[in-house]
C-alpha cells in the first residue's frame, strides 16, 4: 500500500501563495488519482483538488477554482497544491489521498489512503 508525507505548510498573509508537496511511497503512484482535502478547526474535511493517475484531469471546487492548482510528477513520486491569492478562509490542515478506482472522486470515504497532514495558516 501507499504511503504519503504531505510538507510545504506554514503561515501566510492574505494574497499570498503557499505550494505544498505529498511524496508517496511503497506502492506503484502512477496507478493511484490523488487529492488534496483540507479541515479547518471544528469544521468537516472537505475537497480541495483532484487529479487523475495521468494528470490530465484535474477537478476542484468552486471555493479554490482560479486560485489554486494540483499537479503531479510521477517520475519524482509527488503531488503538489499551488495555492495563490490565499484567503483567512483557507486556513486548515491539507491532507493528500490516494485511491485506485475512479477520477473526479471528491468526498472522503472515496479515498484510500491518507498522509498525515500539514497545517497551513492565513493571517488577515
Known amino acids: 500500500q501507499v504511503q504519503l508525507v504531505e510538507s510545504g505548510g506554514g503561515l501566510a498573509q492574505a494574497g499570498g501563495s503557499l505550494r505544498l508537496s505529498c511524496t508517496a511511497s511503497g506502492g506503484a503512484f502512477s496507478d493511484y488519482h490523488l487529492g488534496w482535502f483540507r479541515q479547518a478547526p471544528g469544521k468537516e474535511r472537505e475537497f480541495a483538488a483532484g487529479?487523475?493517475?495521468?494528470?490530465?484531469?484535474?477537478f476542484y471546487p468552486d471555493s479554490v477554482k482560479g486560485r489554486f492548482t494540483i499537479s503531479r510528477d510521477n517520475a519524482e513520486n509527488t503531488v503538489y497544491l499551488q495555492m495563490n491569492s490565499l484567503k483567512p478562509e483557507d486556513t486548515g490542515v491539507y491532507y493528500c489521498a490516494a485511491n485506485r478506482d475512479v477520477a473526479g472522486r471528491t468526498r472522503v470515504d472515496e479515498y484510500d489512503y491518507w498522509g498525515q497532514g500539514t497545517q497551513v495558516t492565513v493571517s488577515s
Open positions: 487529479i487523475s493517475r495521468s494528470g490530465s484531469i484535474k
